[in-house]
């Protein structure tokens, strides 16, 4: 095994080096959102918690916490660390897991949804796109990226572990 490193809620992790591995654990209704550049396998992971900080107010979290701010931030980083000196046109790709409904109550607030939306949308207005996502549903899933292959796998309760 290579060095992991657990990205917490809030939290994000970038690298280009073969030997590691970025992992989040638990995603119930927040989402990792996971930046390739397939061309310097470069990856990055942002644990994302709520839309935008409105969303949580009267407290102060890191900026991997929101997505208004950990989208743009998380593009940034990958850039960086591509030797890339803009994100646009760079073939950086993005995938979503998470977004989950794992709360059974009848509330049409649905936060995960909420959220995904609001990633997808920054994403979007970044130019960055969405090529695959295991979003939605009632369980948790845990994220794990191999930089050295540039492989994503989900894994959640009762399930093998599977590619994304």
Known sequence: MGNLTVVEIGGWAVSNNPEDILRTYS??????????HPRTNTMGLAHIAL???????????????????????????????????????????AKLVGGAAVIKIKNPFHLGKRLVMEIEKSLQRLRTPVVNQDTGGTV?????????????????????????
């Open 140 to 164: 948790p899933r845990t994220v794990t990226l191999y930089i050295e292959s540039g492989h994503v796998s989900v894994k959640s309760p009762g399930r093998k572990e599977r590619p994304l």
């Open 27 to 36: 995603l119930g209704s927040c989402v990792a959102l996971i930046l390739h």
């Open 51 to 93: 839309p935008d900080p409105l969303c949580h107010y009267g407290k102060s979290r890191g900026e991997g916490y929101y997505a208004s701010s950990a989208v743009p931030l998380l593009l940034h980083e990958v850039s960086a660390a591509a030797g890339l000196y803009s994100a646009d046109n760079s073939g950086i790709v």
